[in-house]
């Protein structure tokens, strides 16, 4: 993938434990060997070293990790993820690390590259929480990133106000705020800055070109598993419906071509589109889960209007707010969303329901072009699918998409 040099870069990590410079190593080759080949461009990679560094710094305890957070280890196939929670179940809890040689499907390779990730040892709760406990626990962490192309480009050296043109400099910022205890509680603050882009000016009067933030809670109560205010993310689905975040390619990862979600997570990305800003919260009933949502977004791009009739011709997601027009189409649409998803579980099998609603502040006008002649056009869009996943095959039950 595309990579850009950095003038400047500035992490400072307040209240963490400092690992070995050879785990690290690990992870920034498992990155760059495993991981950067097999990613789009526009997929935020330092989101994915994150979450690795952080599970690094506080290893998952075998006996009591979950699904979902063995998900997050993305080395890990469906399939070895939840050989691992069946060996727990049928065997008991673990009693070493050395207990992974006997799970089915876990060969030498990817025991050794678990290992720096997991433990063994109690699992922390909100129970008996107080703020001195927090403050001797949590942990905090700061990036804040500076960049600048060699050579300015044709743009930054337009004066003529009549011409396509720049509006700011070249230089572009980012600044990233974490806060994170015990998995338990977290909360994010992502703040981003394009090249080219104003800063406190036109439209980005308030500084940023890009805000933004999250609070999740984890392990609320028996039934609510998860709440997150804010940005968040859902992978649920094969991405039939809905997909937010990371998506692999074709690559050395072959497993990785049956999507592996992780169900509702905190958006953390620097990328500007493809999240949901609002609030979702995860239940567990018994063998049944069902995560509500609902979701307020603005997007950015062309918009028409008439008497009577707004059209959307184009929704800029390039998240660049560079040139005059790029600032006009800013925030011009709004998207109501509103779904949920079901799934039920019993051993190995697991059987799913999504929903999802999607209402414009305008009606989406379809393109011209023949690539274009089967895209969504109308106000409002209605998606439902089910969704059976085995052990060995996940597949696509029925699917049926209605337009109002």
Sequence with gaps: M?????????????????????????????????????LGEEVDVSEVMEQLNHY????????????????????????????????RQ?????????????????????INMLLPFVRMGDQSTLKNLSWKRIREEDEHSLMIRYSKGFE?????????????RYLGDGNAYALRYRWNYNQKIKIGLNAEKDAGEPFFAYKQSRGFDFYSGYLEIND???????????????????????????????????????????????????NENNFQRGIAI?????????TPFFAYNKLSGNVSHTDSISYIK???????HRTPTEQAYKDAISQWVIGSDWSYQYKRLQVGFVSLY???????????????????????????????????????????????
């Design 56 to 87: 690094l710094r506080k290893p998952l305890d075998l006996n009591n990790v979950s699904e979902e957070q063995l998900a997050n280890l993305i080395f890990l196939s469906p399939q070895q993820v939840m050989n691992i929670i069946a060996h």
């Design 152 to 164: 300015d480009k044709a743009g930054y050296l337009i004066t003529d106000e009549n011409r396509s």
């Design 358 to 404: 999607t209402r414009f502040s305008g009606t989406v006008a379809p393109g011209e072009a023949i690539r274009e002649q089967y895209d969504f056009s109308g106000k409002h869009l209605l998606q439902l699918a089910a969704i059976i996943n085995s052990i060995t095959a996940m597949h696509i039950f029925s699917e049926r998409r209605h337009i109002v």
């Design 282 to 290: 995860k239940t567990q009933f018994g063998r049944l889960k069902w």
């Design 220 to 270: 609320y109560n028996k039934s609510i598993k998860k709440i997150i205010i804010g940005d968040y993310g859902m992978q649920v689905g094969q991405g039939l419906v809905l997909w937010n975040g990371i998506n692999f390619g074709k690559g050395a990862l072959i497993h990785t071509v049956a999507k592996q979600g992780v169900g509702l997570r905190a958006y953390s990305s620097m």
């Design 2 to 38: 595309r990579f850009r040099f950095y003038i400047g870069l500035l992490c400072c990590f307040l209240g963490v434990n400092v690992y070995s410079q050879e785990t690290q190593s690990t992870v920034e080759e498992l990155l760059l060997e495993q991981i950067s080949e097999e």
């Design 90 to 110: 049928q065997s008991g809890d673990f009693l070493s690390l050395l207990e992974l040689q006997g799970v089915m499907g876990l060969d030498l390779k990817t």
């Design 314 to 320: 184009t929704i800029n997601y390039s998240g660049l």
